[in-house]
């Protein structure tokens, strides 16, 4: 099924592993085959992964753009061990992205990452007050 993607001035989008960024006008462009993309809001940078589940997003999207190459799922292991060592509440979410990535649903496993680190933030936030 065709997906209308209709992007702001300048913003970039991820298809494959290509990067696009729009000119100064608004358009639209119409996707007619299944391939991974992502939209700028669901970009995190290298330069931005400043905490141990950002840096678990960046794995998730590479396991995502690059169709699960089999470092970044053992990098995924290697990362949300060390996390739910670091703190169990986080386990939940976790167990929850590999049930996505073992039904090979990469972008819903991204999601429910973002929501983990909204709880990481939270929790870090609890712990300077």
Not at 55 to 72: D, F, H, I, K, Q
Not at 74 to 86: H, I, N, P, R
Not at 87 to 98: L, T
Not at 105 to 119: T, V
């Amino acid at each position: 099924m065709p997906l209308k993607i209709e992007l702001k001035p300048f913003e970039r989008l991820l298809i494959g592993g290509t990067a696009i960024r729009n000119g100064s006008r608004r358009s639209s462009f119409v996707i007619e085959t299944v391939t991974p993309f992502l939209r700028e809001s669901d970009i995190i940078l290298e330069s931005e992964a400043d905490t141990a589940c950002k840096r678990l997003y960046l794995t998730l999207t590479v396991m995502y753009l690059a169709s699960n190459p089999p470092e970044a799922e053992d990098a995924f292991v290697v990362q949300a061990t060390e996390l739910m060592k670091a703190a169990p509440s986080m386990a939940p979410y976790i167990h929850d992205m590999h049930e996505h990535i073992a039904s090979a649903d990469f972008y819903r496993a991204l999601k429910r990452c973002k929501e983990l680190i909204q709880y990481e933030l939270e929790l870090a936030q609890r712990l300077k007050a």
